[in-house]
């Protein structure tokens, strides 16, 4: 069908880089804004990790932990804004670590990075509706306080809420445009409506100093500089979606422009709604050992009750956060999907030839879809053996993503930013500076992200990133070894083409650049056969 594809040049672009257009180019650069907006869906992921920033240190872990990860999510997010304008598909980057890669290194650099943003896209959107389960479930407690909800009620709240996200992706994917835009419009109402509800009805106010100033790690066990790192998993996992929009390249027109925009402008929004969101929420903020023996772990409930002074103002609110919960579950899935689809298409997954289709009647990638459904739901049995699941989840994720994120702006390093000079998204002067901030910090946030919220930890409260994280590995090695090696050879790029002449350039149309391409090699057709002529 692909009735939205009217771009030759963003066509023939990606022809370029070795692939066919299947999907229709149908989303606008709000469009992808709002995705990448609703997939780090910045009320929502604050909400869902409460419990880890007051734990790790309470009011300036929230607040300036919020404020430094917006910061280096700004830079990450702009390094790889730089890259995707040059080669602008959805295999994202994992086609770039490829490209950017010398040929000989360019076959497992893209496969370990297209294994790591899979798992990474898989384990955001378990993490982004199993949190959404665990909210759902603790609405129950504003008029039930003794209720707890069952290990088995949770997930199968869980896999119904991964139903819904699963039916709007297949059925109703011409609409994602329209949905997209409206979560930017619900996600600013939600927050206004809270900020006034809370600061107007609360019984009772923190000062400014105690929200700006006041430290508390002690429930942590950590020492107290070491928990205010740990405590960043709140900010860095909310703040970490921004490259999965990358996968959505082939059904937008114009991606080498409109993509990179959207990726910095969506962090940019999203870091400052969360910090809008965040200062009305502390300012009122009860007891804090109060709220870290919620239910669930998860406090949001309560805070909102005890902000409102009833279940049924507690529960409004609630309201608000879930239907953003919502958008952000079909983002994170549609984003995962595309992922599953770039990546299955280059044959990198066991049994590849089922999951690269794409459903011509309903123009999206049904074998991604399903795919990415059926792992997220066997993630949620974890929940059966540990009660952190969700820290688990949310551990791995951003571990995964961030490292995905960090290969091909290392490589891009190594290489002195050869390939990325002509891009139309350049970071110029301070390209390099930017880069290693970027570099750096993901280091210490792969560190970070594997430790527990707090210590000492039993076999039911541990976090299982490392696990979860090793389980994938395996896997992906063990298929490695089986026909990665034999088989996977990298995107498909012609042998015969320098990744400077994959990638797009600053200011050159394709479609034009081709065109003088095949009239010079006319011309000197032409003037071999005139020598010849002159020479008989």
């Known amino acids: 069908m692909r009735q939205g594809s009217v771009d030759a040049n963003a066509d023939a672009a990606l022809a370029k880089m070795g692939y066919t257009s299947e999907l229709p180019r149908n989303l606008s650069m709000l469009s992808i804004l709002g995705l990448s907006f609703a997939i780090m869906a910045a009320p929502y992921g604050i909400s869902t990790t409460f419990y880890i920033s007051l734990t790790d240190g309470q009011f300036v872990t929230v607040v300036w932990g919020w404020v430094l990860v917006t910061l280096i999510s700004l830079c990450i997010a702009a390094s790889l804004a730089e890259i995707c304008a040059v080669y602008p598909t959805a295999g994202g980057v994992y086609y770039w670590s490829a490209m950017l890669s010398t040929r000989e290194y360019a076959p497992i650099t893209s496969w370990v990075t297209g294994w790591l943003t899979l798992v990474g896209n898989w384990t955001l959107v378990t993490s982004i509706n199993f949190g959404g389960a665990q909210l759902i479930l603790s609405a129950i407690t504003l008029w039930d306080e003794n209720y707890s909800p069952e290990p088995y009620q949770t997930i199968f709240c869980y896999w119904a809420v991964m139903l819904v996200c699963m039916i ?16 930017i419009y619900w996600t600013s109402a939600s927050v206004f409506i809270i900020l006034v509800t809370v600061l107007v009805m609360a019984p009772s ?25 740990v405590g960043l998993l709140q900010a860095s996992y909310t703040l970490t979606g921004y490259g999965m929009v990358a996968a959505m390249c082939e059904e937008v027109q114009t991606p080498e422009r409109e993509v990179p925009k959207a990726m910095v402008l969506s962090v940019a929004a999203a870091g400052l709604t969360g910090i809008i969101y965040i200062l009305p929420i502390l300012f009122v903020l009860p007891d804090i050992q109060m709220l870290l023996k919620a239910p669930g772990g998860q406090p949001i409930a309560l ?19 879930l239907g953003i919960m919502i958008f952000a579950g079909i983002g994170s899935l549609t984003a995962a999907s595309r992922c599953t689809y770039a990546f299955a298409r280059d044959g990198a997954i066991p049994g590849s030839r089922f999951w690269k289709n794409v459903n011509s009647k309903l123009d999206v990638p049904l074998g991604g879809i399903i795919l ?32 995905s994120y960090g290969i091909p702006i290392l490589v891009n390093v190594i290489r002195r930013r050869q390939l990325v000079k002509m891009s139309s998204f350049s970071l110029g002067k301070f390209g390099y500076a930017i880069n290693i901030v970027t570099l750096v910090w993901i280091c210490l946030a792969t560190v970070l992200f594997c430790m527990p919220v707090s210590i000492p930890v039993e076999a039911s409260s541990m976090n299982y990133a490392s696990v979860v994280f090793a389980g994938f590995a395996t896997i992906s090695v063990a298929w490695y070894f089986i026909r990665g090696r034999k088989d996977f050879t990298g995107p498909p790029v012609p042998a015969d083409m320098h990744p400077e002449e994959v990638g797009v350039v600053r200011g050159q149309s394709v479609v034009d650049a081709e065109g003088m391409k095949k009239q010079m090699s006319r011309d000197n057709s032409d003037n071999k056969t005139v020598v010849e002529a002159d020479t008989r």
């Open 303 to 321: 805070l909102f009750k005890i902000a409102t002074g009833s279940a049924g103002g507690g529960f409004g609110l609630l309201f608000l956060i």
């Open 372 to 403: 990415s459904t059926i792992v997220d739901c066997l993630l949620g049995l974890i929940y059966f053996g540990s009660s952190a699941a969700f820290n688990s989840f949310t551990g791995v994720a951003t571990i995964c993503l961030s490292i």
């Open 168 to 183: 709007f992706n297949i059925f109703f994917s011409r609409y994602l445009d329209l949905i997209n835009k409206v979560c």
């Open 205 to 229: 106010k923190n000062s400014g100093s105690e929200v700006f100033g006041h430290y508390d790690a002690s429930a942590s066990g950590w020492p107290d500089g070491w928990a205010f790192f």
